[in-house]
């Protein structure tokens, strides 16, 4: 059974602060791995993209792989109100995507 | 403007009820897929197409019935649906099956199903 972990939440940071979403996932043959936004009422929309071991930013955004963990996390930098939602976490094997349970995300003013 | 669109956006039905969900895409995609998606679980694959072709059926209920007429349109009929069948239903496509970082899922708003 593939499956991708996250923490549903939520996680409640000050605005300007680091927010930090982490996953796990089960599937040694997942190769790339995927962070979806989701604001409520909406369809998830991907923000990242990783599939090599390390770092990846993107604007305020940062996706980080541990593949011998087996852990995947992204970091949301100055974080602002407008960053509440949803966050899903997706692992890709073949060519079936396995979602996590996503993870809320409030930025407080 | 998402490029997939699905209606309705809500449905509210009774158990002995049939209807159906439609999703359209509009971005020339091969790959079309039917997820739900139920309040703290993990968005779950119901159904993959690929250029018209079913390559998933992952163990739903037969009163779940896909239908992909062409690459551009999916259905999902419903037919004696259970109060637990009640979900967000969303829709995507993308160019190659799974997707990629750099051509990823597109995904609909949904239909919001209610089942009485």
């Known amino acids: 059974q593939k499956e991708v972990e996250q923490n549903s939440g939520p996680l409640s940071v000050p605005e300007g602060a680091i927010a930090s979403l982490n996953c796990t996932y089960s599937?040694?043959?997942?190769?790339?791995f995927f962070w979806y936004r989701q604001y409520s009422g909406k369809s998830p929309e991907l923000i990242m993209f990783?599939?090599?071991?390390g770092d990846k930013e993107d604007g305020r955004f940062t996706a980080q792989l541990n593949k011998a963990s087996q852990y995947v996390s992204l970091l949301i930098r100055d974080s602002q109100p407008s960053d509440s939602a949803t966050y899903l976490c997706?692992?890709?094997?073949?060519?079936?995507?396995?979602f996590g349970r996503g993870t809320s995300l409030i930025v407080h003013p | 403007e998402t490029g997939v669109t699905q209606t309705p956006r809500h449905l509210v039905m009774g158990m002995t009820n049939k209807k159906s969900l439609k999703c359209e895409q509009h971005?020339?995609?091969?790959?079309m897929y039917w997820y739900k998606q139920s309040a703290k679980k993990p968005l779950e694959l119901m159904f993959v197409?690929?250029?018209?072709?079913?390559?998933e059926n992952n163990s739903v209920p037969s009163r779940f019935s896909p239908e992909c007429p062409n690459s551009s349109h999916l259905f999902l009929h419903l037919h004696t649906l259970q109060p637990e069948d009640s979900a967000l239903y969303l829709c995507?496509?993308?160019?190659?099956?799974?997707?990629?970082?750099?051509?990823?899922?597109?995904f609909g708003d949904g239909t919001r199903l209610s089942i009485l």
């Open positions: 995507a496509s993308s160019q190659r099956l799974g997707g990629t970082g750099n051509q990823p899922q597109h």
């Open positions: 599937d040694r043959g997942s190769q790339s």
């Open positions: 990783i599939y090599s071991n």
């Open positions: 997706a692992g890709l094997g073949s060519y079936i995507p396995t």
């Open positions: 971005l020339g995609h091969n790959a």
């Open positions: 197409y690929s250029l018209e072709e079913r390559v």
